[in-house]
């Protein structure tokens, strides 16, 4: 039972969802609650389907496309080091592809903001530590508990708007710069990380 309950919270650590209102500040404010909800759930679903793939599969999917893990590090290092740099000069709304109509920012949603290289690693060590059949329920349960907690702070966000607007705006514009400073040090973090794997290798 401890076991469930540390791979459950690794998995819900690492997707955050006190980090993840501040990458979905713009379809926050764009959408209306039960728009919002549909998107952060369709996008759910996608992420638990990647996610138990991969504490499926494992390393075997790399293996299938003669790559290492560790490229995937350096990959998604990057493209979180691109993330933060624009959240650093442009604020909260820095992800573009998050704007625009409900129908399609679900998978903008599940990828790059909820599928990172840091989830699909836990999702392989949950994968390594339990049965198929119980990988899969931590894994939707974990990601299923960050959904509700992200629709329950878009909640008490526009509730709070009404009456202090000016100081909620305030909030997010420092909040997300100084979620750039995070995103920034994880990502180089995370390009190190492959890199040194992949020099291991060689």
Not at 153 to 163: A, E, T
Request: net charge neutral; glycine share 8%.
């Amino acid at each position: 039972m401890v076991s469930i309950i540390e791979s459950g919270t690794l998995l819900l650590a690492l997707l955050n969802p006190f980090l993840l209102i501040i990458y979905l500040v713009d379809p926050m404010k764009n959408l209306d609650q039960l728009q919002f909800q549909k998107v952060l759930i369709r996008a759910g679903v996608i992420a638990v389907m990647v996610f138990c793939c991969f504490a499926v599969l494992g390393d075997a999917i790399f293996s299938t496309i003669h790559a290492e893990f560790a490229s995937f590090q350096m990959f998604g290092g990057l493209i979180f080091i691109i993330i933060g740099m624009q959240f650093v000069f442009k604020g909260p709304t820095a992800i573009e592809i998050l704007q625009g109509e409900a129908a399609h920012i679900s998978g903008a949603i599940a990828m790059p903001v909820l599928i990172g290289p840091g989830t699909i690693s836990a999702s392989v060590v949950i994968g390594k530590r339990h049965d198929p059949l119980l990988a899969c329920g931590i894994v939707v349960i974990a990601v299923f508990a960050s959904v509700a907690i992200v629709i329950l702070l878009k909640l008490i966000h526009d509730y709070v708007q009404v009456r202090r607007e000016a100081l909620i705006e305030r909030y997010i514009e420092i909040a997300g710069r100084i979620t750039a400073l995070y995103i920034g040090t994880v990502a180089v973090e995370m390009v190190m990380t492959g890199l040194r794997s992949w020099l291991m290798k060689v």
